[in-house]
């Protein structure tokens, strides 16, 4: 595992961009494995700046994202199809017929999910996965649980996460109750992972992810056991990893 320090949002942003463009740029046809949230954002915006610019080409790229809301279409403005196609792809040149996400309104959720194990297989896997983390150690909607789970599966969201989300819809009843996710196993069959972590409040969950105990009470610290992830960590994210961390 290896931790690359930055200096803040920003300077994580452009490090974690680094080496997705990298990748790119060396596999033209690379699998990337997309992720949501507020942490990736930033990644997504240099990656823009350098498309526009000539530098990186996404035209032959496939993409798999970690997850979306079951039960959202893709045009409701909180689904991560929307947020993907406002953020990126409606940005740049991925072709669209290469875009995956899960499909929110299939409600058949078994079908769904074999349909996208199916899909990622049949891309010959994912190259670079890229993931944010929860306050708890969450990856895609992998929560703390008693065991890691495996492929793509259905997941109840949480109260608090429906509670915390409830602000983005018309009422609490909106509040979409489950979503599909990748597994924590189909994230650990990527071939490299790119984990970005940013601020203060990750503090705590970065030293349990990353220098605690692998458990899936904490679904991150699987990692550790990966043999290509770099963590991309801002001062602030790092500041309870004393010199844990060189
Ligand atoms: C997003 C996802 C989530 C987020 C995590 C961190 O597709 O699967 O696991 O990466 O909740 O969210 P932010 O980046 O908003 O702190």
């Given at each position: 595992m290896k931790i690359i320090r930055a200096k803040d949002y920003n300077d994580m942003s452009r490090k974690a961009a680094n080496i997705i463009s990298a990748q790119v740029i060396l596999k033209p046809d690379s699998v990337l494995g997309l992720a949501t949230g507020?942490?990736?954002?930033?990644?997504?915006?240099?990656?823009i700046k350098w498309y526009n610019k000539g530098d990186v080409d996404f035209g032959a790229c496939t993409t798999f994202n970690l997850d979306e809301y079951r039960g959202l279409t893709a045009d409701h403005d909180q689904s991560y199809h929307y947020f993907m196609h406002k953020n990126f792809f409606g940005r740049?040149?991925?072709?669209?017929?290469?875009?995956?996400?899960?499909?929110?309104?299939?409600?058949?959720?078994e079908k769904e999910c074999q349909r996208y194990d199916t899909a990622i297989r049949a891309a010959g896997g994912i190259d670079l996965q890229l993931l944010g983390m929860g306050l708890n150690g969450h990856i895609g909607f992998n929560e703390p649980a008693e065991y890691f789970s495996k492929g793509?599966?259905?997941?109840?969201?949480?109260?608090?996460?429906?509670e915390a989300n409830k602000r983005?819809?018309?009422?609490?009843?909106?509040?979409?109750?489950?979503?599909?996710t990748m597994g924590v196993q189909t994230i650990m069959l990527a071939r490299r992972i790119v984990i970005v972590v940013s601020g203060e409040n990750k503090a705590e969950v970065v030293r349990e992810a990353f220098f605690g105990p692998v458990t899936p009470r904490v679904p991150a610290s699987?990692?550790?056991?990966?043999?290509?992830?770099?963590?991309?960590?801002?001062?602030a994210a790092l500041s309870l990893c004393g010199d844990l961390v060189p």
């Open positions: 507020s942490s990736p954002i930033g990644i997504y915006e240099q990656l740049v040149n991925v072709p669209k017929e290469r875009i995956n996400l899960p499909d929110g309104a299939q409600m058949d959720a793509t599966h259905c997941v109840d969201l949480t109260e608090s996460t429906i983005f819809f018309a009422s609490a009843d909106d509040v979409p109750r489950q979503a599909y699987i990692l550790q056991l990966h043999t290509d992830v770099s963590v991309v960590a801002d001062e």
